[in-house]
């Protein structure tokens, strides 16, 4: 059964620290993903990763970085965490691009839902 | 850019069908998705269908699209509360095929 797992499912962290959240998945997928989920705005996308060691900033990377170093692990973080940063953070995973003509599914993790007090 | 737009609620009664909407922006999408999200949990495929198709049909779930419109909807026949979760309508096009957009999610209410 394929897997997304994220490190932890509720965080609280005060405003200033440096949050890391984990993403790990088990289907030797090429493409990560980092969302945040918001009431309204549904999902954002704020990096993505093709391969190690390569990342791509998506609509919000504002306030945020990530690292790949290995293929099953794609890790956000916070640099400095802010109230307006508190949100649910879902991972996903898809296999490399398909091509044309091939639809491609994402793979989600349970989410972190990350307040920032 | 492109966009997904979808209505942020809806409720229907137990044994109905529902009626999820959805508009889209982006004239090269390709393919076109609906994923579940129970709560407390992630996303998860529950249908896809192929721009050149105008209907799919999966046991309860019918998917029609209207690509002169951009419309998408997602069918639920005989409602149960099971089915209660919120909804979310995405996008993929060519040009970036492992990219999707997903639109802000129908939460989805049953009433007994």
């Known amino acids: 059964d394929v897997k997304v797992t994220q490190s932890s499912r509720y965080l609280v962290k005060r405003t200033g620290e440096k949050v890391f959240l984990e993403c790990v998945q088990d289907?030797?997928?090429?493409?990560m993903f980092w969302y945040r989920q918001d009431p309204g705005l549904g999902l954002r996308l704020i990096y993505f990763?093709?391969?190690?060691?390569?990342?791509e900033k998506g609509d919000i990377p504002e306030g945020y970085s990530v690292s790949r170093e290995k293929k099953e692990r794609f890790s956000l973080i916070l640099e400095s965490a802010s109230t307006n940063q508190t949100s649910m953070y879902l991972c996903?995973?898809?296999?490399?691009?398909?091509?044309?003509?091939?639809?491609?599914?994402?793979?989600f993790g349970p989410g972190t839902r990350l307040t920032v007090l | 850019g492109e966009d997904v737009e979808q209505s942020l609620f809806l409720s229907v009664r137990e044994g109905d069908s529902s009626v999820i909407n959805c508009t889209y922006t982006?004239?090269?999408?390709?393919?076109l998705y609906w994923y579940k999200q129970e709560p407390g949990a992630g996303l998860q495929l529950l249908t896809y269908?192929?721009?050149?198709?105008d209907m799919k049909q999966d046991q309860r779930l019918t998917v029609l699209l209207n690509k002169k419109d951009k419309h998408l909807s997602l069918r639920i026949a005989d409602t149960q509360t099971g089915d209660s979760a919120i909804y979310f309508c995405a996008e993929s096009s060519y040009s970036s095929a492992s990219k999707i957009i997903f639109g802000s999610g129908t939460r989805l209410s049953i009433r007994p």
């Open positions: 996903a995973s898809s296999p490399k691009n398909p091509g044309q003509g091939t639809y491609n599914e994402q793979f």
């Open positions: 289907m030797d997928h090429e493409n």
């Open positions: 982006d004239s090269s999408s390709t393919y």
């Open positions: 990763s093709y391969d190690v060691k390569m990342k």
């Open positions: 269908i192929f721009s050149n198709m």
